[in-house]
């Protein structure tokens, strides 16, 4: 099913490659934070493999007023395709939907505590080590759905911790969490350590490469995939293009992209 809504999480729905257990869990309407992300995968799921996990995903929008969903379908953003699903179901957009994004379904989806203090000074990072060490113990003990859910909805700790995760499907949790930062995802794209899979997700997102120094981050980073590094060439400053023509790390197709650039003078 094409509902015409994308995000890193939902193509991991949409190409099979998540488990029964965390299906179910998106079926009951609590794993997505954003009422979009939401929706749509409870209308992906309504043709779920799986009888629970569909029947799941039913009761889970039969629960949620007609009232309800109408006012979110006529939401600008909303993609037609979403917008289709539930034409069939006899529900019509209104337009002028209210902006907010919360999700329709308000279900207790615990993993992570508010994410207070995530803002401190330096008398907050004096306690930051200790506190990233309770968080990794406590995660160690989590199974890939709740760490899931603790990426998304957890603290800034939390999401430090779980974008190396293992598992792709924690790691990318992390980016679809609303509260993410670009201070947040300038760190990430800085990372030897996290998956290429979060490099390139990183770099194929808009609004975050308006960021400068997420694509010069992403350039510097020797795993961040060549397809997406050679993209920000042209848009990186002199002192970052000396830097990286001195890089022995760099890929050779990167550097020669490099030089080709500091060699030729920029139209004015």
Do not use: C, H
Request: hydrophobic content about 40%; overall charge neutral.
């Amino acid at each position: 099913m094409d509902v015409g809504f994308r995000s890193p999480l939902l193509d991991f729905f949409k190409r099979g490659e998540v488990a029964r257990d965390v299906r179910l869990l998106a079926a009951r309407g609590a794993l997505a934070p954003r009422a979009q992300e939401q929706i749509a995968l409870l209308a992906i799921l309504t043709e779920d493999s799986d009888p629970e996990v569909r029947g799941a995903a039913e009761a889970t929008l039969a629960g949620i007023s007609n009232d309800a969903l109408a006012t979110f379908l006529g939401k600008s953003d909303i993609p037609e395709g979403l917008r289709d699903f539930f034409r069939g179901r006899g529900i019509e957009p209104i337009p002028g939907g209210a902006p907010s994004d919360d999700p329709l379904v308000d279900v207790d989806a615990g993993g992570g505590q508010p994410d207070a203090g995530a803002d401190e000074g330096a008398e907050g990072d004096a306690e930051g080590d200790g506190e990233r060490q309770g968080s990794a113990q406590r995660l160690a003990l989590m199974n890939v759905s709740e760490r899931m859910k603790a990426a998304m909805k957890g603290t800034k700790e939390e999401r430090a911790i779980l974008i190396r995760d293992p598992n792709k499907l924690v790691s990318v949790s992390v980016l679809s969490s609303p509260k993410i930062s670009d201070s947040e995802v300038e760190n990430f794209a800085k990372m030897g350590n996290v998956s290429e899979e979060i490099l390139r997700i990183i770099g194929q997102n808009r609004a975050w490469t308006k960021n400068y120094g997420v694509i010069a981050a992403l350039t510097r980073n020797p795993k961040t995939p060549l397809s997406v590094s050679l993209n920000f060439v042209q848009r990186l400053n002199e002192k970052d293009l000396k830097a990286l023509a001195m890089d022995r790390n760099l890929q050779q197709a990167l550097k020669l992209a490099v030089k080709k650039r500091i060699s030729t003078p920029e139209k004015k």
